[in-house]
């Protein structure tokens, strides 16, 4: 396809603005920009100076000397390189058929939308990629193997579960992780077992609880946590042309306890970041535009955003595997 030329082409917040960032990715249960959340490089591609968690540790003697000195400390950089790659989808709108359809929907707006969720599709499957990897997180304490899946209701002890693999993050960097990312299935499943609802139930003097009031937050202060994120996205591995296979993006078998960040700052220790370059236009949730295009009679719209997802600090993520097994409870 012909390239447009720059007096063709033409930015279109007004379209991107209609399906806002956070709105779209929570409507579609998307999370990946809060499991990585975002830092603006000034370069498409640098260094960035990633802080030992050593070096935040260190113990230094503080006294005085008897000659009047005081210890001196210092801290180094580790040097970790990055380059943003530009993932974008285009979808030609015929003018012809926008007129016969004018009357039912707007066709940009609806292409816009169309586009928008596919590149933010991808985007959440590169994260969960990046975070759902037992060779990234691998060994004893970087993935444990749940014993009691959590949809084995009577059996399954979560609680148990996550406080060692937080003691376990904490040993390695004293920091502990203070977010969990399930699924929605997952989610529905932890709010059945019984170890949950027995400690829910005595924190309220035995009031009588069922799954539907326990919420997230309430869910989060179980397990001792400030947060739990829950993906509800999904994906069809088909090809083109085959019947339609529908699967989560963030799977069944994987939960993630990380330490989340409270910043967009680099320095910040957390698990994960997305590094976004926006020096050519891009914007993070996606730059849409549109171009005319003789060839076809009609515009274009394009979604575009320039990014490499990473993980930052490999001990401040503990994978969690066997979550839930094929047979799911009800």
């Known amino acids: 396809m012909p390239a447009p030329s720059t007096a063709l082409n033409g930015y279109r917040p007004d379209l991107g603005m209609m ?154 960097t004293g920091i502990y992780p203070d977010t969990l990312q399930v699924n ?18 005595s924190s309220g003097a035995g009031t009588p609880i069922k799954a539907a009031d326990i919420t997230k937050e309430i869910l989060a202060n179980c397990f001792d946590l400030k947060e739990i994120i829950v993906a509800d996205s999904s994906k069809d591995s088909a090809l083109e042309g085959q019947d339609v296979s529908i699967g989560q993006i963030w799977s069944n078998d994987y939960a993630f306890l990380f330490k989340g960040a409270n910043t967009n700052r680099i320095e910040e220790p957390t698990c994960a970041r997305t590094i976004h370059w926006g020096e050519d236009g891009s914007t993070i949730g996606g730059q849409t535009e549109t171009y005319y295009e003789d060839q076809s009679r009609g515009d274009v719209v394009r979604v575009r955003m320039d990014t490499q997802e990473r993980v930052m600090y490999t001990s401040l993520g503990h994978l969690f595997s066997n979550v839930i097994d094929g047979t799911l409870a009800t």
């Open 19 to 172: 399906f806002e960032f956070d709105v779209e990715m929570d409507n579609a249960g998307f999370i990946a920009n809060r499991m990585a959340p975002v830092f603006e490089a000034a370069e498409q591609n640098g260094t960035v100076g990633i802080i030992p968690l050593k070096d935040l540790r260190q113990t230094p003697l503080t006294g005085r000397d008897n000659r009047g000195n005081y210890s001196r400390v210092g801290f180094t950089f580790k040097d970790e390189t990055y380059a943003t790659q530009e993932n974008g989808i285009e979808m030609p709108i015929d003018q012809r058929r926008s007129k016969i359809y004018r009357n039912w929907f707007d066709f940009e707006t609806v292409s816009a939308s169309i586009v928008l969720n596919q590149v933010m599709r991808a985007y959440e499957m590169r994260v969960a990629a990046l975070l759902h990897s037992t060779t990234t997180f691998t060994g004893e304490a970087k993935t444990t193997a749940i014993s009691h899946e959590w949809n084995d209701w009577t059996n399954a002890v979560p609680l148990n579960d996550v406080l060692g693999a937080k003691l376990d993050v904490w040993g390695a």
């Open 184 to 201: 929605k299935r997952q989610f529905d499943n932890l709010r059945n077992v019984d170890q949950i609802t027995a400690k829910i139930a």
